[in-house]
């Protein structure tokens, strides 16, 4: 499926509801993921990987690991409401190439 244009991706972004984090226990991610929200996988107490669908509505499955030590890593965080934000930002490299910034629970396009 072809990606929504940009224009469109950031006005739409504005207008809908920040996404929130999910915290799951277990090593994998499960099945089915949110349509929009955000799955933080945490296993033994440890966090160690981020999985949503990608938000251009390509519907590819990301997966971005925050386990201390692997690499590439991703930082997550959430602020006192539960919106997460992810750094560094997220850029598919096959599919659909999207750019963008997860910042509390808002997408961020990149050019
Ligand atoms: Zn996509």
Excluded: Y
Aim: with cysteine; proline share 7%.
């Amino acid at each position: 499926m072809k990606a929504a244009p940009l224009w469109w991706r950031s006005f739409t972004s504005r207008l809908t509801p920040r996404r929130s984090l999910r915290v799951l226990n277990g090593d994998t991610l499960p099945a089915t993921l949110p349509s929009r929200d955000l799955v933080l996988m945490r296993d033994d107490g440890d966090d160690w990987s981020v999985g949503f669908q990608c938000p251009c509505g390509c519907g590819q499955r990301l997966e971005m690991m925050v386990l201390k030590g692997v690499r590439p890593r991703w930082d997550i965080t959430t602020d006192n409401r539960g919106h997460p934000t992810l750094h560094p930002s997220v850029w598919l490299r096959a599919g659909c190439r999207s750019h963008f910034w997860v910042r509390r629970g808002k997408i961020v396009w990149c050019e």
